[in-house]
């Protein structure tokens, strides 16, 4: 297999499978949330402040995943 | 379809220093900002009208948020510089980044064809920048409140073993801030770059507008994420309680 082939699957790979992780939390965390505020909801703005970072943080999981598979297929 | 490169394209040199085009438009954001709060600051009226609303209205939200997690407004005071400004200068980074005219005005250099403007946040650049300056000032602010010694006690700490390995993360933590504040933000910039290139490539004028949409979405959510994060992170830095000890 030519190197060219390796990093298009290796890029593939790396973002396909480093998506996996952060898509399950931010489903889980939304969810969390929802019934958070659902059971108060007089509480949202505290409960949206605190859903949205630990959003962020998950997805900049899914980021890192994806800044691999960018310098993969982008830098010589 | 136009080229795509993770580094910024320089657009002139200074006798060795490159001028890219994210420093292009991060300086021009500078200005934009600087001179826009100069003269605003002139014009400032006791009861506000037009652009001193918004500006209230922001200022209102930004100590609306800051007040609960740093306890009193005072404390709010001391910190609302920092995070309004790293929020305000990212914000206005990602957002005049979509402009018609960033990444389509065009230069000869001796490298070839390259935008004039980029986003400055799709530079590592910049966002490795931001993310030690906030974790700097993170750690100046704790070592102003808290001491020099009641600083480092956080990440040296030989009261046990468990304590010991708690500061040693705590060291490495520190560090993965900086990648973690500079990679989000990179990551989401040169995504939505990249993103918004391709799409142009595959159906032009039309497929781009539903993730111009996303992007400016996407701009204000990191600005905000990357402005709070550096709040919360003060805010432990500052009011670190002695757990340890009393239990």
Redesign the interface.
Known sequence: MSTEAAKLIAAAIAIGLGAIGPGIAIGLIGAKGAEAIGRNPEATP?IQ?AM??AI?FA??VA??A??VA??LK??S | MSEISIHAQPIFWLSSFPVTNTLALSVAIFIILFLGSIIFRGKLKLIPAGFQNLAEIIIEGAFGIMDPILGSRRTSERYLPLTLTIFLFVLFSNWLGLLPGVGSIIVKTAQGTVPLFRSPASDLNFTIALALIAVTMVNVFGVGVRGLWGRISVFINFRSPMGFFVGLLELISEFAKIISFSFRLFGNVFAGEVLLAIMAYLLPYLAPVPFMILEIFFGFIQAFIFAILTLIFISIAVSHEEGLEES
């Open positions: 505290k402040t949205i970072l962020a997805e900049a980021i890192y994806l800044v960018l310098i982008f830098v």
